[in-house]
């Protein structure tokens, strides 16, 4: 294993050896979006005409950011609740997650499972892995989601791929968040039983995601952001974003988690 001091030398911004490079501007645009963004310029009305609207722009979302939307809080949460019931009524959906190895390959400055800490970890072997989800399918849950750390050595795609076969015997929605992968390989994933691919950005200020992410495969930004698109090329049904607010501006990093999923969709 590389020392700390030799993987900060490695560019955040440089594709390694074995990570496949896809044709996408999706990446740009996000970045643009949000370093040219100032939240200060929205206005109270600009609130007001946003919440208004049926089908909002991002010059509305970035309004509904702003701190002037801060009065309005519970205006925008009736107007989600009454977009969400437009789309899936009154229902609720549950699922479980399931964490089948906690080995961890990278060096993230905020994350229990990385390296260089002293815990515990474990893998479980198939046997466990099925006798877990007949349990969870019994209490009646239809979609598992199937977790590990970022270690390819430990966690391989083909022991996550038997996984997602024994949750397939199981359970509707088989969905997946473990370590970014080449589009063959959520292909072979998606063939062994995956529908979905959930990825965190954690943050999209590509600056400090490089102070944050020191050592491993995860300190490559490009290629963390581009995950979700290969996730559809390779087949999968459905992919989400995410960041974890807090590392950075949350304001910026809810914009690109919106902006990301809006110009994929669209693209």
Do not use: W
């Not at 208004?52 to 309005?72: G, H, R, V, W, Y």
Request: glycine share 4%; aromatic share 12%.
């Amino acid at each position: 294993m590389k020392s700390i001091e030799e993987m900060r030398k490695v560019s955040h911004m440089e594709y390694m050896e074995d990570m496949e490079q896809i044709p996408s501007d999706i990446m740009d645009k996000v970045i643009n979006e949000i370093e040219n963004t100032n939240f200060d310029i929205y206005t109270k009305e600009d609130v007001i005409r946003a919440l208004n609207k049926d089908e909002k722009s991002i010059e509305d979302f970035k309004a509904l950011l702003s701190p002037e939307a801060l009065p309005f809080l519970e205006d925008m949460a009736k107007a989600a609740t009454k977009e969400t019931r437009k789309h899936f009524g009154n229902s609720i959906y549950l699922f479980t997650p399931l964490y089948i190895s906690n080995y961890c390959e990278n060096y993230c400055i905020y994350c229990g499972f990385n390296c260089y800490n002293k815990i515990k970890r474990a893998k479980l072997p198939y046997e466990d892995i099925e006798k877990e989800m007949e349990a969870i399918s019994k209490t009646g849950i239809e979609e598992i989601l199937i977790l590990t750390g970022e270690s390819r050595k430990m966690s391989d795609v083909e022991y996550i791929g038997k996984a997602c076969e024994i949750a397939k015997k199981y359970f509707k929605n088989v969905g997946i968040e473990v370590y970014p992968m080449n589009s063959d390989e959520y292909k072979y994933l998606h063939e062994h039983g995956a529908d979905f691919v959930t990825v965190f950005q954690e943050t999209y200020n590509s600056d400090k995601y490089e102070t944050l992410h020191l050592m491993g495969h995860k300190r490559i930004f490009p290629y963390r952001f581009n995950a979700q698109e290969r996730a559809l090329m390779g087949g999968m049904r459905g992919v989400a974003f995410a960041a974890l607010l807090g590392l950075d501006d949350f304001r910026k990093d809810a914009l690109a988690t919106g902006l990301h999923a809006y110009y994929l969709q669209r693209k």
